[in-house]
């Protein structure tokens, strides 16, 4: 199965378009936990506990993940989610180019890999083809991120009169041989998600950016889900709710309440 075949079959499940990013600020995370031996994973675990029957996927951050101990916390991470039949999207923006690349996409292999993965396109087909050769893992491509900057670039006019995100969404439509192939745009780029949509009708977005950053969530829901299949993300609105000796439980109710808010707009 691809991985968004996996994915349709999960969010029929879950009844959820919900994606949990799983970014495990250690300034954040409950001083209980910071004595035990993997602190992120200590975190993670309960985060996810609390909140898998409300989930679709997880996307953990690679950021949060990158000390000594990081990468053992993120690898039992990916696996304590899939053993609760919830996928993980590793959020790496990796690319490159030749070897360089070719090392990157082994964090797509191996039982306990990531589902899927976030990939920049700047550097072209070459610096992605080996993730999107992998036909059984999913790659989300960067193509309008909602952060306030990505305008900075994304939004430049080319030649042709389309703007820089609109020619990366015309470039992922021509890499999906293997239909593996999603874009990341940002619920806070309201009116670039709708004219994506008429776009690339057949991408499944993964839409971050409707917690903490405000972005709007029926936008999100309905040019996010490309018959039916997208995941509308939230990261710190959920897992940082509370950051009291209860965290995970309020976890839980975020991720129930903005579940059940995706819902009614699907």
């Known amino acids: 199965m691809?991985?968004?075949?996996?994915?349709?079959?999960?969010?029929?499940?879950?009844?959820?378009?919900?994606?949990?990013?799983?970014?495990?600020?250690?300034?954040?995370?409950?001083?209980?936990?910071?004595?035990?031996?993997?602190?992120q994973w200590a975190f993670n675990r309960r985060i996810i506990d609390a909140t898998h029957e409300h989930a679709a996927a997880y996307k953990p951050n690679a950021a949060f993940y990158e000390d000594s101990e990081g990468w053992r916390a993120l690898t039992e991470t990916i696996a304590y989610a899939r053993g609760k039949g919830v996928p993980v999207i590793l959020d790496a923006k990796r690319a490159d180019i030749g070897n360089t690349?070719?090392?990157?996409?082994?964090?797509?292999?191996?039982?306990?890999?990531?589902?899927?993965?976030?990939?920049?396109?700047?550097?072209?087909?070459?610096?992605?083809?080996?993730?999107?050769?992998?036909?059984?893992?999913?790659?989300?491509?960067?193509?309008?991120?909602?952060?306030?900057?990505?305008?900075d670039l994304q939004d430049l006019e080319l030649a042709?009169?389309?703007?820089?995100?609109?020619?990366?969404?015309?470039?992922?439509?021509?890499?999906?041989?293997?239909?593996?192939?999603?874009?990341?745009?940002?619920?806070t780029a309201s009116e670039e998600l709708e004219s994506l949509r008429e776009q690339v009708p057949d991408l499944p977005f993964l839409v971050p950016g409707v917690g903490s950053q405000g972005g709007d969530i029926e936008s999100a829901v309905e040019f996010g889900l490309s018959d039916g299949v997208g995941l509308v993300n939230s990261s710190r609105g959920i897992i940082f709710a509370?950051?009291?000796?209860?965290?995970?439980?309020?976890?839980g109710e975020a991720a129930k309440r903005l579940k059940r808010r995706l819902n009614r707009n699907r």
């Open 101 to 151: 690349a070719r090392q990157y996409a082994k964090l797509l292999e191996g039982d306990h890999a990531a589902d899927a993965i976030t990939v920049n396109p700047y550097m072209g087909r070459d610096s992605v083809e080996p993730f999107l050769a992998r036909e059984d893992r999913g790659v989300f491509v960067l193509c309008r991120t909602s952060n306030p900057g990505g305008a």
């Open 242 to 251: 509370d950051e009291g000796e209860q965290f995970d439980k309020t976890a």
């Open 2 to 39: 691809t991985f968004f075949e996996r994915l349709r079959e999960r969010i029929q499940v879950a009844n959820s378009v919900l994606c949990v990013g799983l970014d495990p600020d250690m300034s954040r995370v409950p001083e209980q936990l910071h004595e035990k031996e993997l602190p």
């Open 160 to 187: 042709s009169g389309d703007a820089v995100y609109e020619r990366v969404a015309a470039l992922a439509d021509l890499w999906n041989a293997n239909a593996n192939v999603g874009l990341v745009v940002g619920a």
